[in-house]
């Protein structure tokens, strides 16, 4: 009888020792996303606050947002035709298209000459257009010719024959003429500026 309560004893003993025993190398157990940061190697910030601005930042530079922006722009003066030294939807230039859409998509003021705009920004490769750019033509005649690309080939411009439309960079008129790609504003900052626009939405 001694020795089966003992032998309980004994039992009772060790199963109250396991219970309380702590493991030397448990694992942590974070109760949030910022404490899992504040784990990791003296990093102190919230893992959902960086995949926001990343998310956010993504969204400004996406030349989706910015050709969006040129195409509001392109139904709102298709048609218009062409004048030489216009600026209104009765008639407008090459140079003063790109001042108003610049300045009603993304609150930019470009200077009003063609030769002026081609002082603006960068030059880019054609390879490396992006939806943005400025695009200049050395056309027959006394004056040279500015657009915009907008993207997949395509830029706006007023046609001095059809007035504002859209027209291929590589149709074979455009082509034979084009001369030269600038960026005015890196895309991060035109993309963010869209915002600014008192017109979107």
């Not at 600026?87 to 859409?101: E, F, K, N, Y």
Request: proline letters at 6%; aromatic letters at 8%; one cysteine or more.
């Amino acid at each position: 009888m001694l020795r089966i309560m003992a032998l309980g004893w004994v039992l009772a003993t060790l199963v109250a020792g396991c219970a309380t025993q702590t493991p030397r190398h448990a694992a942590p157990q974070p109760s949030s996303l910022a404490a899992a940061a504040k784990a990791g190697k003296g990093e102190h910030f919230s893992p959902l606050a960086v995949f926001q601005a990343s998310d956010v930042q993504r969204a400004l530079v996406s030349p989706v947002r910015i050709r969006k922006a040129l195409l509001s722009e392109h139904r709102r003066w298709v048609g218009t035709p062409y004048r030489l030294g216009g600026t209104t939807q009765r008639g407008i230039d090459c140079s003063a298209l790109m001042q108003h859409v610049y300045s009603e998509a993304f609150q930019v003021s470009l200077p009003r000459t063609t030769e002026q705009q081609m002082q603006e920004g960068r030059r880019v490769p054609r390879s490396e257009l992006a939806a943005g750019d400025l695009v200049f033509f050395r056309s027959p005649g006394p004056y040279n010719h500015v657009g915009v690309y907008v993207g997949d080939g395509y830029f706006l411009h007023a046609s001095t024959s059809q007035g504002v439309k859209l027209s291929r960079l590589d149709n074979v008129y455009w082509n034979r003429h084009y001369w030269q790609s600038r960026r005015p504003m890196e895309r991060t900052r035109l993309a963010a500026r869209i915002n600014r626009s008192p017109r979107e939405g």
